[in-house]
């Protein structure tokens, strides 16, 4: 029991004998490659992941993760950004994951944290998966708020409402349209966010006029 209850207390351990028992998983190997960067192993999880990829070339989350891990290294290359790119334009449905990854990584790439992961890299990643057929409206939705997040960042409001337009349009609801209305006004651009809103009551009237 107490042998149980060391292993069940150690996530580290898990997830590296879940890596080991599941060799072929993504989710297992990604699992265990976090935990190395989190250890400063960086290079462990590289040799983990890239082999991976060889096999699995439209697996988001073991690209978006070796990207991680070069730019721990500090050797990141155009060519993992390749890789990527190639990987969300290919995949069927990384989930989630797209928003949460694009999430931290804006802000680093804006400082300028990694070199080469700069605000056009990232620009070309979400565009790529946009460019993707198989990916859900759900994604797409998401990947737009994402372009709509990036020109915030680089404060082209315009564009960013653009963007947002896109979003809502492929899911008009209430919270979307008053999240990204609030972030417009929040960067110092309440007349797009009140644009936004109003391109919002424009969607919601579009089903009753259209059975005038």
Not at 126 to 142: E, K, M
Not at 182 to 201: I, K, M, N, V, Y
Request: charged share 20%; with cysteine; hydrophobic share 45%.
């Amino acid at each position: 029991t107490r042998a149980n209850a060391n292993v069940w207390g150690d996530t580290d351990h898990q997830a590296s004998l879940w890596a080991m028992f599941n060799p072929k998983s993504p989710r297992a190997q990604v699992g265990a490659a976090q935990e190395e960067l989190r250890h400063g192993a960086a290079d462990k999880a590289v040799a983990r992941l890239t082999s991976l990829l060889q096999e699995r070339p439209t697996e988001v989350q073991i690209a978006f993760n070796l990207i991680a891990a070069h730019c721990a290294l500090g050797d990141l290359s155009p060519a993992h950004l390749n890789a990527a790119r190639r990987a969300i334009s290919t995949a069927i449905d990384p989930g989630t994951l797209i928003l949460s990854w694009f999430d931290r990584t804006i802000p680093a790439a804006k400082n300028g944290d990694c070199p080469h992961l700069d605000l056009h890299a990232v620009t070309m990643l979400a565009q790529a998966g946009l460019g993707n057929p198989h990916l859900p409206a759900g994604r797409h939705q998401d990947l737009e708020h994402v372009l709509g997040t990036i020109a915030l960042t680089m404060n082209r409001p315009d564009e960013a409402l653009m963007h947002f337009n896109r979003a809502l349009a492929l899911d008009p609801r209430e919270p979307a349209a008053l999240m990204q209305a609030a972030e417009l006004g929040s960067a110092g651009h309440p007349r797009q966010g009140l644009s936004h809103l109003a391109f919002f009551d424009k969607l919601r009237a579009a089903p009753q006029e259209a059975t005038v």
